[in-house]
Structures are given as C-alpha cells and as structure tokens.
C-alpha cells in the first residue's frame, strides 16, 4: 500500500448518517431536526435516499466545526499493527 494521504471525508464518503443521528450529534431533538430540514434550515446539507433523510460524514464535520484532516495509508496500517499487539 503506498504511503498515499486522503481526507478523513474522503475515506468515509460512502459513509451516509441517518437523520436521527445527526440530530443527536448536533444537540437537537428528532422532531426539531425534521422540522429545520422540511424548512430549509437545517445545519447541514441533507438528501433523501430510501425515503430517509442523511447526511454526509463532510457535512456533518463542518456542521460541528470539525477539521477535515488528511489521513495517510501507512499510518492506518501501523495503527492496525499496533492495536493487534494488545488482542
């Protein structure tokens, strides 16, 4: 695996939070969150998908105020090793 750095967004971009999550992270009650969102106000870009409301890991992040660092592949792979030492 080469030492190639991503986003931590772009690693997890798949990644789509359930509406019901989101609320939760962002200090919200559900009934508010779906209120904010069927008025256009709420925090972060949301989609249907299924007939559900998510969101996606980037939005949410800059929704928290959370930076979006870069993630290296090597350091994923030494993380991995150590934390198998301790199984």
């Known amino acids: 695996m080469s030492a190639r750095g991503l986003r931590l967004s772009e690693r997890m971009a798949a990644t789509a939070i359930p509406l019901c999550t989101v609320a939760d992270l962002l200090g919200l009650e559900r009934s508010k969150a779906s209120r904010l969102v069927r008025s256009g106000q709420f925090p972060c870009c949301v989609r249907k ?39």
Do not use: C, N, T
Request: no cysteine; hydrophobic share 55%; glycine share 8%.
């Open 49 to 87: 998908v299924r007939g559900k409301y998510v969101a996606s890991v980037i939005d949410v992040m800059k929704a928290m105020g959370i930076e979006d660092p870069v993630v290296w592949a090597d350091d994923l792979l030494a993380g991995a090793e150590f934390a198998q030492r301790w199984e």
